[in-house]
């Protein structure tokens, strides 16, 4: 499976980004998908995580109410809609597959950068 995360660049704190995540697997629909986050000289960490048919969701509590995940699985494609962004959710954001819905994810996108200045 193939993750081409894109959709990062540089905004305003108060701004919005939406990420987007194409999967090069048809298979896509029945995978967990996640979302995840390593700001400069941080741990990677968990921002969100989405079911395979979309009707779960789970977010960090840091970006609770903040951001949405969401996804289409006619495009294989998951998105992370980033609004009211702050300069603490600057980081390189990575996509994630969890093929068998255990919380395990065994592939990983290339990273889209996000920098949110002050």
């Known amino acids: 499976v193939q993750l081409q995360a894109s959709g990062g660049g540089l905004v305003q704190a108060g701004g919005s980004l939406r990420l987007s995540c194409a999967a090069s697997?048809?298979?896509?629909?029945?995978?967990?998908m996640g979302w995840f986050r390593r700001a400069p000289g941080k741990a990677r960490e968990f921002v969100a995580r989405?079911?395979?048919?979309?009707?779960?969701?789970n977010y960090a509590d840091s970006v609770k109410g903040r951001f949405t995940i969401s996804r289409d699985n006619a495009k294989n494609t998951v998105y992370l809609q980033m609004n009211s962004l702050e300069p603490e959710d600057t980081a390189v954001y990575y996509c994630?597959?969890?093929?068998?819905?255990?919380?395990?994810?065994?592939?990983w996108g290339q990273g889209t950068e996000v920098t949110v200045s002050s």
């Open positions: 994630a597959a969890d093929l068998f819905q255990d919380g395990r994810y065994t592939y």
């Open positions: 989405i079911t395979w048919s979309g009707d779960s969701t």
């Open positions: 697997e048809r298979t896509f629909s029945s995978y967990a």
